[in-house]
């Protein structure tokens, strides 16, 4: 007799003598005869990181993107039947070697997309990379019994030179409205300083109340004439007589 286990999230392809005989669910099994074993399949959602791919654009243009893909087995007949999965026997059990179709399908699917577009075109666009592949990446995915939940890309950049010329071009960009910026600060303080100067020439008035508006006490300066200077020097000269 031998005892089989299949836990929670799994499912089990039962064989008997190399012999596909069926599916089985969780649960733990006995075996009276010889020749029973079981490949336990994850159906537990799969999280792959499909990173640094570098491909070019219509025009030559090199990029690297890297996708954050999720997906599941849903019929595992399927999946084993399609190629995508083969056992092997590793320390006397029955272990699950899986290929990399998932792999493949959004490398076809990220090739296809950007050699359909030039660099102006993918990178305006790269927003919409994964919403765009993720429906034949689904499609190619349901053969070998997977369905894909989700794609999302994590990374767009431009590779090599292109990435160098495009750093310059944006330093450029931005010294430039910087410029600008500061110029146009530059002009709109020269202009309120020429309506401040052309309101105090109409109205000489107002330099006086800005400054009691600003809170400072006014300097008073008494010019008097020579005249006026003997005349109180005179005054308080002492009688010599």
């Not at 994850?42 to 954050?68: C, F, M, N």
């Not at 790269?126 to 890309?153: C, H, M, T, W």
Request: proline share 3%; hydrophobic share 40%; net charge neutral.
């Amino acid at each position: 007799m031998t005892s089989k286990t299949i836990y929670e999230g799994f499912v089990g392809l039962h064989f008997q003598n190399g012999k596909l005989l069926g599916v089985l669910p969780q649960g733990k099994y006995r075996f009276w005869s010889r020749g029973h074993d079981i490949l336990s399949i994850d159906l537990r959602p799969v999280h792959e990181l499909i990173g640094g791919q570098e491909v070019s654009t219509k025009d030559g243009a090199g990029l690297r993107v890297s996708l954050l893909i999720t997906y599941r087995i849903v019929d595992p007949l399927l999946y084993y039947r399609s190629g995508e999965v083969t056992p092997v026997f590793i320390q006397g059990g029955l272990t699950a070697k899986t290929s990399q179709q998932v792999h493949f399908l959004v490398q076809t699917a990220l090739r296809q997309w950007t050699s359909d577009r030039t660099f102006v075109e993918a990178f305006d666009n790269r927003g919409d990379l994964a919403a765009a592949i993720l429906p034949v990446i689904a499609e190619g995915a349901k053969e070998f019994g997977i369905e894909v939940e989700s794609l999302r890309s994590l990374d767009f950049s431009m590779v090599g030179s292109l990435r160098a010329a495009y750093s310059d071009l944006l330093k450029t960009k931005i010294e430039g409205e910087t410029a600008l910026a500061r110029a146009r600060n530059e002009s709109a303080t020269l202009r309120n300083l020429l309506n401040t100067a052309k309101l105090v020439r109409e109205h000489p008035g107002l330099l006086e109340l800005r400054v009691l508006s600003s809170g400072q006490r006014p300097k008073v300066t008494f010019v008097v004439g020579n005249q006026s200077a003997q005349t109180q020097a005179a005054a308080v000269e002492p009688d010599e007589a």
